[in-house]
């Protein structure tokens, strides 16, 4: 796709001092289009630019909408004012960027020979071609419609735009909606499951086809604090549930799945979205299976003066080099920048993704990015896992919490590929994995990270914070000096071994006894409890089980003691990664109360 050397201007008319006046086309104005209109009129005053748009609500922050909802945010103008509070109308573009919009005007076609767009005016009811010189495709994305009977139905909703947040915050004020489901365990499906729950009072089920939320962007023991905090708030959550078909009844609707029945008075679909490329493909420029517009490093199409952003191309990932859609706001307005200054005859590139992600989900603050250990391994790396439980300030300040956070890695290289991390103070969450998706995209190894200064302060971070402490545990899982066991494995091995009345498994506790007394009353001599100071006095009582594993609160004690074990009885065991703490966050086993 790198074949576009210089663009050609020689059919452009003559602006003012000489320049070439260009005149631009701007299909979609929701955020990439209106942030290339806005670059390019900076960098080119002479331009003609005009932006089109299907719908009446322009340049909005869609992914304001579970707020809007909610209540948080009180008027849907919120979502389209400025951060002066302007309201990005038509007018404003006109007056304020001396950008002409037009609402309610779909693109049709697009004739590339003669490079013009027939559009229809749906105020009008007519249709006319419209010249350009350089064409955006900013069409974004389009809801997935899942293969589900009834999914049509009308009041079955999706929360693909401003119309749908609307109707569903009339009904839920107006006192129409006692329950609702959610189909899709995914970001929206969890924020919506928040929106409707925690200001509304909903009850609210969410339904996920896979073993897990966040399927495919949060580790399945992460994944289990989230669905843990969401019942705790009560939402209920059902996963490895098909659904198989929606109904009508009455004034409610009937949801089935392969194991239960929900009665709902709302539905709402929340199954992803799909690349929204149709337009493109229509005038013959390439398109991927996927549907997603191609583009390359400049973000030119296949024509190259048909430019295109946002939600409706695919874009490398940076770790797997492989084309994703990625659909983000913060995404299209940093490429409707390099689309911009592009037109105006600069060079700018945008190289891919390293598929950064937040979300707030009631109190706690989720994010990610890179890649799970289980793409990586699909993509064929060799990847290790490490967990790491620590407080996001200084242990000691009054406003510490705990932050849980994991690291992938590739055992062959020490190449950083993923990163994830949930906390209740979110944006120490947030900020930490956007530090670490800069690290990614550069292809950082572990030592970059874990010699990385961190300005310090209790108020802000630990001495040796998190993320210098993932990483020295996924070089000391490399290096083979911690041997561990993840959360999820030593849930299935415990509880299988509890069931079997196997004696081959023990855990060995080296917190306080005050700590350890539940876990020990409750599982008897399958765990036993050796303080980590009474461990060198005490290092013959250390359980002789066919598999031990040790473990503490977080698992740095553990760690310790294992090392020890290791030196002095040539004894192997494994490390529990995460320790008690994400055990009980996301109550994975029933170990008893503390």
Known sequence: MELYT??????????????????VVIIGAVALGPKVACRLRRLDPEAEILLIDQDEYISYGGCGIPYFVSGEVSDVKELMSTSF??????????????????????????????????????????????????????????PRKPPIPGADLPGVMTVSNLHDAIAIRERVAKGE??????????????????????????????????????????????AQIIKKHME??????????CVTKIEKNGESYAVTTDKNFFSADLVITAVGVEPNGELARKAGLLVTPRGGIV????????????????????????????????????????????????IAGGYATFDGT???????????????AGISYERAVDEGFDPVRAYVVQSDRAHFYPTQELMYMTLVADRKTRRILGVQGIGKNGDAVVGRINVVASLIANR?????????????????ASAMDILNAVANVAENIIEGLNVTIDPEEFCSVFLESEESSSQDICVL???????????????????????????????????????????????????EVLRQIQAKLGKAGRNLQGGVAILKMGGMIDLGEE
């Open 295 to 342: 583009v390359n490093r400049r973000l030119q199409t296949s024509d190259p003066f048909i430019y295109a952003g946002g939600d409706c191309i695919e874009i490398p990932h940076l770790v797997t080099g492989k084309l994703v859609h990625f659909p983000q706001g913060s995404l299209a307005n940093r490429q409707g920048r390099v689309i911009g200054t592009n």
């Open 6 to 23: 210089g663009l050609e201007t020689i059919d452009l008319k003559r602006g003012a001092f000489g320049k070439m006046k260009k005149r």
């Open 509 to 559: 506790d080296v917190r306080s006894p005050a700590n350890a007394r539940p876990y020990v009353e409750r599982f008897g001599d399958r765990w036993v409890n050796i303080p980590q100071e009474e461990i060198k006095h005490r290092i013959n009582e250390i359980p002789s089980a066919k598999e031990l594993i040790l473990v503490c609160n977080s698992g740095a004690r553990s760690y």
């Open 85 to 142: 509070h302007m309201v990005r109308t038509p007018q404003f573009f006109r007056d304020v960027k001396d950008v002409e919009v037009r609402t309610r005007t779909r693109a049709v076609d697009i004739d590339r020979r003669n490079k013009e767009v027939l559009v229809e005016d749906f105020s009008k009811g007519s249709r006319e071609n419209i010249p350009y010189d350089f064409l955006v495709i900013a069409t974004g994305s389009k």
């Open 354 to 368: 390293v598929g950064s992600f937040a979300v707030k989900i009631f109190e706690l603050g989720v994010a990610s």
């Open 232 to 241: 705790e708030h009560g939402v209920s959550i059902y996963l490895g549930e």
């Open 444 to 460: 950082a190894t572990l030592e970059s990270l874990s010699n990385m200064e961190v300005a310090y302060t209790p108020p802000f």
């Open 177 to 222: 909606v006692g329950t609702a489901v959610i189909i899709g365990g995914g970001p929206i499906g969890c924020e919506m499951a928040e929106a409707l729950t925690d200001l509304w009072g909903v009850q609210t089920t969410v339904i996920e086809m896979m073993p897990q939320l966040l399927p495919g962007i949060i580790e399945p023991a992460m």
